[in-house]
């Protein structure tokens, strides 16, 4: 509800900050775009781990997220974490509420939740 209010009126509110990421987001995305098929995103509380096909796992440290409605049934997850260079770094989840599916930073095509990598 709050959620939804500041949604609304997000000059005054702002983005929510959330330090794990909530029931909805939990699990394994898959996509059927053809560049990402074979590639794997898990959603955990604390962190994401990127399966990208000929490359070792990446388990990312969620250290923040920044939640933020962006239009109807459309929630940003900005997630702030560092690099494994070093450097701070952003990757921005967009949950699609009607279609219980989610964007994966600037990947074309949404991503399906997925009971296996």
Known sequence: MALAACGLFAVACGPA?????PDHLLGIW????????????????DS???????LELEVIRIETIEVAR????????????TAAEGYPDVLA???LENERAVRVGAAAG???RSAER
Not at 17 to 21: E, F, H, I
Not at 30 to 45: D, G, L, M, W, Y
């Open 48 to 54: 994401l781990v990127l399966g990208v096909v000929g």
């Open 30 to 45: 898959k996509t059927s775009a053809p560049r990402h098929a074979q590639n794997f995103v898990e959603i955990r509380r």
């Open 70 to 81: 962006q239009g109807a049934g459309e929630e940003v997850y900005r997630v702030h974490f």
């Open 93 to 95: 989840l967009t949950w």
């Open 17 to 21: 900050t959330l330090s794990q990421m």
């Open 110 to 112: 949404t991503w399906t």
